[in-house]
């Protein structure tokens, strides 16, 4: 199986800024969709952010449009979240996950990396 690894999480203030980081092998990442899910406690997983294989293309939650950007780059297989103004309510276990251009569903995924935001 192979296994995406997230890094960056941690404990933050309301209005401070963190960067996740996914560390993909080269298998799971060249010509894949890359994803960022999170899911707090009690709640259903919700989507944050995508990228397409070139970083050409962004998606974002409505709700996090202009706090959080997602990049990638292909040369070190590695995917980011960077997250600003972060608010209580962005608490959650961030995963993220690849879908290979030929696949139907994302079907690599990480462990997760636990933020939490402090008022």
């Known amino acids: 199986q192979v296994q995406l690894v997230e890094s960056g999480g941690g404990l933050v203030q309301a209005g401070g800024s963190l960067r996740l980081s996914c560390a993909a092998p080269?298998?799971?990442?060249?010509?894949?969709?890359m994803a960022w899910f999170r899911r707090a406690p009690g709640k259903e997983r919700e989507f944050v952010a995508a990228?397409?294989?070139?970083?050409?293309?962004?998606h974002y939650r409505d709700s996090l449009e202009g706090r959080f950007t997602i990049s990638r780059d292909n040369a070190s297989n590695t995917m980011y979240l960077q997250m600003n103004s972060l608010k209580p309510e962005d608490t959650a276990v961030y995963h993220c996950?690849?879908?290979?251009?030929?696949?139907?569903?994302?079907?690599?995924w990480g462990q997760g990396t636990q933020v939490t935001v402090s008022s």
């Open positions: 996950a690849a879908k290979r251009l030929s696949a139907a569903t994302y079907d690599y």
């Open positions: 080269p298998r799971a990442f060249r010509n894949s969709n």
């Open positions: 990228i397409n294989w070139n970083g050409a293309i962004t």
